[in-house]
């Protein structure tokens, strides 16, 4: 079993590091294999792809309030803070202490 997570989290991009940019990206591209497989199959795929869609919205964003907001505006963010924090550590241009700040240790 955690090879098979693993091999998700490398082939998903969780692995690597993003700026503001490369989350836009990481979003837009998800989107399009979530369109692509939703035409082809009879499957509720977006409901499959929810905490993965989740993770690129949080990795898409130009501040680290909007993440805060998105959490408390949404009841359903599946995503806990630790994932939350763990996202946002993705993105090399937050540092690390203001995602610990607007967070939580």
Do not use: M, P
């Not at 991009?13 to 497989?37: E, P």
């Not at 359903?76 to 994932?83: D, G, I, P, Q, R």
């Amino acid at each position: 079993k955690q090879w098979y997570q693993r091999r998700v989290a490398i082939t998903a991009g969780l692995t690597c590091s993003y700026n503001q940019l490369g989350g836009i990206l990481f979003d837009k591209r998800l989107r399009s294999l979530v369109t692509f497989l939703s035409g082809i199959t009879q499957w509720s795929i977006r409901d499959k792809f929810a905490r993965l869609t989740q993770i690129a919205l949080i990795l898409s964003v130009e501040r680290l309030s909007e993440v805060t907001e998105y959490a408390a505006s949404t009841g359903k963010c599946s995503l806990n803070s630790s994932e939350i924090k763990q996202c946002l550590k993705l993105r090399h241009d937050f540092r690390k202490d203001d995602i610990n700040k607007i967070i939580g240790e």
